[in-house]
Every structure is written in structure tokens, then in C-alpha cells.
């Protein structure tokens, strides 16, 4: 299981949107999320994000569990010019109950559950 630590970690903090991709019976999937929102937990190993809607990513996690979120921000030095990106994948679900639900619910009353992502990978991209 990867981490996300490093200029990944930063770039995570200093996000303001992220970008978040399933696949489902169509091709891919897009959905966003602000950044604000996204909760790092677990050393590392987890990002937890407070649920809404979300019925098609929710739909395409039970049919296929692979998900990937992109970050980026000009606030991170990037290798070759202004800005830093990274890349997340892993395994995904939405789940309606347990900790990671209370622990979007103290900061997000609103939220009907929580994405949970759990981390294999992470890349850098620019």
C-alpha cells in the first residue's frame, strides 16, 4: 500500500479541486470535489471525502472498485515549470456508516457518506 507524503502531500494540501475518475459501463467517469474537502487519514493510506450525490461514482465503485483522483497546484514548485500535479490511485467505495463517515460528518453534517479510497499508488505529474 502506497502513501501520500512528500511533494504529494503538499500538493494534496494546497489544492482547491480534485479531480475524481471511475469507470462505468460508458468509459470513464468524472467527478469533482473541492479539495478543502479531502481528508488524509490512515499515515497516509487513505483519503476520505464527504458524499452527497455521487450515484453514478458510487454506481461504477460497486461494479468496479479502481479509482484514481488528480490534484494539482500552482502553490507546489513542479519539476520543469510553475506548479506540481499528482496522480492517485487505488481501491474506492461509498460507504453511508462507521468512522470514516463520522469523521466527515463532524466538519460536513450534510454529507449522506463518505468516499473512502484506499491508496496504491501516487505519481507526480508535471
Known amino acids: 500500500m502506497a502513501r501520500i507524503e512528500g ?18 459501463p ?15 487519514v490512515d499515515p497516509g493510506a487513505t ?3 464527504p458524499v452527497g450525490r455521487f450515484q453514478r461514482t ?3 465503485l460497486k461494479a468496479n472498485g479502481r ?4 490534484v494539482a497546484s500552482h502553490k507546489v514548485a513542479g ?7 499528482c ?18 460528518r463532524e466538519k460536513f453534517p450534510w454529507a449522506r457518506g463518505a468516499l ?3 491508496v496504491e499508488s501516487v505519481a507526480t505529474q508535471l
Not at 511533494?7 to 462505468?24: K, L, P, S
Not at 479509482?67 to 488528480?70: F, K, P, R, T
Not at 519539476?79 to 500535479?85: L, V
Open 58 to 60: 458510487e454506481q461504477n
Open 67 to 70: 479509482i484514481q483522483l488528480m
Open 116 to 118: 473512502v479510497v484506499r
Open 79 to 85: 519539476t520543469r515549470s510553475p506548479g506540481q500535479g
Open 7 to 24: 511533494v504529494c502531500r503538499e500538493v494534496c494540501d494546497a489544492t482547491e479541486y480534485v479531480t475524481i475518475v471511475t469507470q462505468g
Open 87 to 104: 496522480v492517485i490511485a487505488g481501491s474506492g467505495e461509498v460507504v453511508t456508516a462507521g468512522e470514516h463517515v463520522d469523521l466527515v
Open 26 to 40: 460508458d468509459g470513464p467517469h468524472l467527478a469533482g470535489h473541492w479539495g478543502s474537502y479531502m481528508r488524509i
Open 47 to 49: 483519503v476520505v471525502f
